[in-house]
């Protein structure tokens, strides 16, 4: 499924694909407070069929505010206390800056690749 959503500063666009019980979130584009509301639905919705494993791609973003990030935060701490996982793919960039910034590199497995991240799970 691929979704284009307007966002304070700019668009962000989403191409979801589930692979077993994992999904990917290939996202491009700005994250901010509106389209965050769109990950947390998509990632509401995995976790509603007893899926908890997620992986996000940021090779293509370009901005991430306060509100994705935490929504990230969150939806790790969901997702792991239901046994699963939420794991980043492509943290570079302004992205990384905010991860840095925040402190929160660790908190997170980052893989350099999204077939690491699958062969991960």
Same mark, same amino acid.
């Given at each position: 499924?691929?979704?284009?959503?307007?966002?304070?500063?700019?668009?962000?666009?989403?191409?979801?694909?589930?692979?077993?019980?994992?999904?990917?979130?290939?996202?491009?584009?700005?994250?901010?407070?509106?389209?965050?509301?769109?990950?947390?639905?998509?990632?509401?919705?995995?976790? +509603? #069929?007893?899926? @908890?494993?997620?992986?996000?791609? !940021?090779?293509?973003?370009?901005?991430? /505010?306060?509100?994705?990030?935490?929504?990230?935060?969150?939806?790790?701490?969901?997702?792991?206390?239901?046994?699963?996982?939420?794991?980043?793919?492509?943290?570079?960039?302004? +992205? #990384?800056?905010? @991860?840095?910034?925040?402190?929160? !590199?660790?908190?997170?497995?980052?893989? /350099?690749?999204?077939?690491?991240?699958?062969?991960?799970?």
């Amino acid at each position: 499924m691929k979704k284009k959503v307007l966002g304070l500063v700019g668009n962000l666009e989403i191409d979801l694909q589930e692979k077993d019980d994992i999904m990917l979130l290939d996202l491009s584009g700005q994250i901010d407070s509106f389209t965050s509301e769109e990950i947390k639905k998509l990632i509401e919705a995995h976790m +509603a #069929k007893g899926h @908890f494993k997620v992986i996000v791609d !940021l090779n293509n973003v370009t901005y991430l /505010d306060s509100a994705g990030l935490s929504t990230l935060i969150n939806f790790k701490m969901k997702l792991f206390k239901q046994g699963g996982n939420l794991r980043l793919v492509g943290l570079k960039g302004k +992205a #990384k800056e905010v @991860f840095e910034l925040a402190h929160l !590199l660790d908190m997170f497995e980052i893989c /350099d690749t999204r077939e690491k991240a699958f062969e991960d799970f």
